[in-house]
């Protein structure tokens, strides 16, 4: 129990570490666009040759509204935040008693590490790569095929499980999960934009359910750990599909 607890620890302070270090999104700018002083106004004489009429144009004044679905856009992520979290705590510690049964305790913490070194040099090196892919493909559809990839590693486990297929799946949710919050924070800022205590509640309301997702998951992975990996895969497999 006692080291249970302490993995316990390590996944939650590493999730909200994670989450954390996005809570504080620029806005990109669009191809072109530079940083300075508004564009001039055209000035329209009138039809008499008296003096200029209104400026058109963009006005250096305006602001943009916040879009009118921004609400429920909101909405679904937080708790699509919330079913990811709970679905990624419910296998969470599943691989460690399993590889350690299979290989033994010390090869087992060995691979696990080496695991875990992995997909942080994984992380490291496509987090660049990924802000310009979901600018080119869009938020909603990245963060589907996240979610569809995770979903299908771990119904790889529920269908074969495997030492082998429980690694492979750890590693994949992993970096799934770690890219939709980075999605997530993308989707948060293209909506609330101009509207910073939106943003603001948004992202807290978002950090408050992860953190629940993460201590519900864990204390259902504890409810399941007697029915089998199958079950147990199968289960967060359908939550992130």
Known sequence: ????FIFLKIYAA?????????????????????VGKPPARKLV???????????????AAAAPLPLPSAPRTLGVLQWSSFA????????????APVVSAALGPDRASSVLSA?????ACVLILLSPVLGAAIDSSGRKSAAVCLLAAAAAANGAVSLGPSVVAICAAQCVQRLCITFFFVVGQAIVADVAASDPELMGSALG??????????FAGSVAARGLAEVGLSVSYGISASLLA
């Open 1 to 4: 129990m006692t080291r249970r």
């Open 14 to 34: 590493a999730v909200l570490l994670h989450v954390a270090s996005h809570t504080t999104c620029a806005v990109p700018l669009r191809p072109g666009a530079t």
């Open 45 to 59: 004489p009138t039809s008499d040759g008296g003096a200029p009429g209104a400026p058109i144009g963009p006005s």
């Open 84 to 95: 990811t979290v709970f679905a990624g705590g419910l296998v969470a510690f599943r691989p």
């Open 115 to 119: 695991l875990s070194s992995a997909v």
């Open 205 to 214: 309301v978002q950090f408050a359910l992860v953190s629940a997702g993460i």
